[in-house]
């Protein structure tokens, strides 16, 4: 045995239990694919099965029982102990799109025709794949990606010398495997490419991305920015520039919120702009929260609401359209979203119209929480909530395409909760007044919970949604569903590198269609009262914006 096989050894034994104990450590499994993991646990059970019929040393047995006990108790863990911090809706990719085709390859490549020669061919084609689901993985979380780089790079450096130990017998013993040859170069190119795309490219290539919060001062702003400056929207290797807007009145304490962001000493922020000017807040902004909207009242009529709302949302579109990067996400906060969304589009012809979305993930949020509280587990068990329509009480929280998972099932949640006139009338009731019983209880609008939901939001927006899995966002309609084209109406989307796509097929029963009816007509008439608002002349939402 020589230096390169005992080092490639002894870094390959260090990677495979590198995942276990630093799980243990964190109590957390987050950012880890059990998928490749699995792919593992199928490699060394294929290669090994001569482990107690072909003794070799006690150095080979015992590598061969750690490399075999290593995924599966990762496994174990990662199901069982720590199940609970599992990102299984980032872990996409299914194993037998790579099992299947290393089996079939196996049939034609291998030295000899038994079992055990084809099991062990399967075994090293497969192993030069099995890192795949992690890879796929990392790229579309932004969980904290620090023992997976170490995993990764010690992965390719123990290939890596196993290259050089098959040089090093060749030239000293002539032998040569091109089985295990080529299948160790595939498996170092695609580990180390991998690691560099995603750990060194990523950190040498992409600068700060600007990000402009309006009514920045807000209480629902303060929880929001500090996310955003943690790294929880856009990844925690991505730096961002904040542009903090809001009215002359309110620099005071806006000042005192950029004191609280240099104390944070976070070091994705590479700095941050202060401003009442939209040519100043949206100068090439790559994301916008636009948080702020007229308050309504009980005393106030809707139009006069739809009315104040309407010339703000106007400017903001204005200030997009003539500042902002034409790739620029939008997500509108405030209330009524969607008509303000709508007119911030329809003000910004220059940028794309799926470019404008409306915050209903809260309500998704609060939807999937009642379902796990009614059911005693956590929401992480609950997927694909829907909410159709309006940011409103006229929203409807759909979970008839929705399912209650678990690790070995999956059932639709009417077959979960087995209550039919629960799901039908007093759920959907909770979450369309959830808002005012929030307002009624704190004397105050939900914050954190909707700092959270902008969070999610854009979060998802930016990496992408599961394989079988999506979320709800106000999104502009192509007619789907019977919804008229052209609103901002809340729908089912898949979404995959930044750009969203409506779930079609999906079943409407008469019971949702009648819901959905509700939406439209209500979206319908505040779009026809929006336009109407539209056309005098603006008042100008900021003191320091005049022209």
């Known amino acids: ?74 496994i174990y863990l990662m199901l069982y102990t720590f199940r609970t911090t599992y990102d299984y809706k980032y872990d996409r990719l299914r194993i037998l799109y790579l099992t299947i085709p290393a089996l079939f390859l196996s049939f034609f490549i291998a030295h000899f025709y038994n079992i055990i020669e084809l099991l062990w061919t399967f075994s090293i084609v497969l192993e030069s794949v099995a890192i795949v689901p992690q890879l796929l993985m990392l790229s579309r979380t932004s969980k904290n990606k620090s023992i997976i780089s170490h995993y990764l790079f010690a992965l390719g450096s123990y290939k890596a010398f196993y290259l050089l130990n098959w040089i090093y017998r060749y030239n000293e013993y002539d032998f040569f495997d091109p089985i295990v040859v080529v299948a160790g170069i595939v498996e170092t190119i695609i580990t180390f490419y991998g690691y560099f795309s995603i750990f060194i490219r990523t950190k040498v290539k992409s600068g700060p991305i600007r990000v402009v919060v309006t009514d920045a001062t807000s209480e629902l702003a303060y929880s929001l920015i500090f996310k955003i400056a943690n790294g929880e929207v856009f990844g925690t290797q991505q730096e961002v520039i904040l542009y903090l807007i809001d009215e002359l009145s309110t620099m005071e304490v806006l000042e005192g919120l950029c004191m609280e962001i240099d104390d944070l000493a976070l070091p994705l922020v590479k700095g941050y702009v202060k401003t009442t000017k939209l040519e100043v807040a949206f100068k090439n902004v790559d994301a916008a929260f636009l948080l702020g909207a007229m308050p309504n009242s009980e005393n106030k009529e809707k139009k006069d609401f739809l009315s104040s709302n309407v010339k703000t949302f106007k400017l903001l579109g204005e200030a997009l359209d003539r500042y902002a990067s034409k790739d620029v996400k939008v997500l509108v906060v405030g209330n009524l979203a969607n008509t303000n969304a709508l007119i911030c589009s329809l003000n910004a012809p220059s940028i794309p119209k799926e470019n404008f979305t409306a915050m209903t993930r809260l309500d998704q949020n609060r ?12 929401t992480n068990n609950i997927k694909n909530v829907t909410i159709w329509g309006n940011q409103s009480s006229t929203q409807f929280p759909d979970v008839f395409n929705a399912s209650v998972q678990s690790c070995d099932s999956s059932k639709s949640v009417y077959d979960a909760i087995k209550n039919t006139q629960w799901l039908e009338d007093d759920f959907i009731k909770i979450i369309q007044t959830r808002e005012q019983a929030v307002i009624q209880a704190r004397k105050n609008l939900a914050a954190i919970s909707a700092a959270k939901a902008a969070v999610d939001h854009m979060h998802d927006w930016w990496f992408g949604t599961a394989d079988g899995a999506w979320v709800s966002m106000g999104v502009i309609s192509d007619g789907s569903y019977g919804v008229p084209k052209d ?4 729908m089912p989307v898949i979404i995959y590198k930044k750009k969203w796509t409506i779930v079609k097929g999906l079943k409407i029963t008469s019971f949702a269609q009648n819901k959905l009816d509700l939406a439209v007509k209500e979206l319908l008439y505040e779009k026809e009262e929006a336009l109407e608002v539209c056309n005098p002349c603006c008042v100008l939402l900021l003191p320091d914006c005049k022209t």
Do not use: E
């Open 1 to 74: 045995m020589n230096v390169f096989r005992i080092c490639g050894d002894m870094i390959h034994l260090f990677a495979m239990l590198m995942l276990p104990v630093a799980m243990w450590r964190r109590k957390s499994c987050a950012g880890i694919s059990a998928k490749s993991q699995m792919l593992f646990a199928i490699v060394f059970t294929t290669r090994y099965l001569d482990l107690f019929t072909n003794f070799i040393s006690l150095y080979n047995s015992f590598m061969k029982v750690v490399f075999l006990s290593s995924p599966y108790g990762t």
């Open 367 to 378: 939807a999937q929480s009642a379902i796990a509280i009614y059911l005693g587990l956590c």
């Open 487 to 490: 609103l901002i109406f809340s």
